[in-house]
């Protein structure tokens, strides 16, 4: 998120203009939507206030060997469930991968 010219963390984005509320979806798209941004975010995804997180799934950008399996795992191991979504079903990838 930017705003100012200043780049803002996500913890810095709630305190400023949501202070004691959490964030209810949380949408990663295009260079934003790493493995990496989600880490930053562990503290407020193990602490619930993040209540949903949407993100992109790309080979080139996921680098293994964390990849979508280590997404999945790590989401999971924070109490997350994950789905593949297409335009018409949500396919549960939690503890099948």
């Given amino acids: 998120f930017e ?6 963390t996500l913890p810095d984005l709630q305190t400023q203009y949501m202070p004691g509320e959490g964030i209810f979806l949380l949408r990663l798209r295009g260079a934003s939507s790493k ?8 503290m407020m995804l ?8 949407v993100f992109e ?11 979508l399996r280590g997404i999945v795992d790590f989401m999971f191991s924070l109490g997350y469930l ?13 503890g099948i991968l």
């Fill in 57 to 67: 799934y790309r080979d080139t950008r996921w680098k293994k060997p964390r990849g």
């Fill in 35 to 42: 493995f990496v941004t989600i880490l930053k975010a562990e």
């Fill in 82 to 94: 994950c789905f593949l979504i297409t335009e018409e079903d949500l396919f549960p990838l939690s």
């Fill in 3 to 8: 705003a100012t010219g200043s780049i803002l």
């Fill in 46 to 53: 193990a602490d619930r206030e993040i209540r949903f997180i």
